[in-house]
């Protein structure tokens, strides 16, 4: 990063941790709200919440549910729990977007720097290595993602691309075998399992 680019991020960041608590009236205006979102959650924790979901998951048999089930696994994901994270992160795919990936580069190693256990940071940049062609560094951020969660079937499908592409087609077929025992229900998981053990199949006959 630029000594530049870091003394601007860095004030970027602290103007965020400067936005203190809310005076109490706003606070107040927003406590009925905050009571009501609680209710639904008061005896789960974000955890408890993540492992609900990946049982509905397993257990859905209709793939239009699932993808339900599984967009909510991947907003859970996404939220970090902290406005400054949630906020590199939204720079880092907007950077993503136009093509400005030294940028998004930047953003992505602040966020693990600030939030190393944030699995959605490390997941980000492994896509952004993958995007670049940087396979290793990739499947390094790869490895960081599934040790956090090894359920992260976004992760597992990245590992089986890259496995594909670099011409490992038994270990992208593993990685596929672990993505649709954990989400079933994908149809292009499905549809690049049955390729790949068809693929096989032909080269050992």
Do not use: C
Not at 110 to 133: C, Q, S
Not at 161 to 181: N, P, S, V
């Amino acid at each position: 990063m630029t000594a530049m680019r870091f003394f601007m991020l860095s004030i970027l960041i602290l103007s965020l941790s400067l936005i203190g608590a809310a005076p109490t009236a706003a606070l107040a205006q927003t406590a009925d709200k905050a009571s009501v979102d609680a209710s639904a959650t008061a005896f789960t924790t974000p955890a408890q919440r993540i492992d609900k979901l990946f049982t509905e998951l397993k257990l859905e048999g209709n793939p239009d549910a699932a993808r339900g089930i599984a967009d909510q696994i991947r907003r859970e994901w996404q939220d970090s729990g902290s406005a400054t994270i949630n906020l590199l992160i939204q720079w880092a795919d907007k950077a993503m977007s136009e093509e400005k990936n030294a940028a998004a580069l930047d953003f992505l190693d602040e966020t693990i720097r600030l939030k190393p256990d944030y699995v959605e940071g490390w997941n980000r940049r492994a896509t952004l290595h993958f995007k670049m062609n940087n396979y290793r560094k990739s499947m390094s951020d790869i490895n960081q993602v599934l040790r956090i969660e090894p359920r992260h079937f976004g992760a597992l499908a990245g590992m089986a691309a890259i496995m594909a592409q670099t011409g490992r087609d038994e270990m992208a077929l593993k990685a596929w075998e672990r993505f649709l025992d954990i989400y079933p229900t994908e149809r292009q998981a499905q549809k690049e399992l049955g390729d790949l053990a068809e693929k096989l199949t032909g080269q050992r006959t």
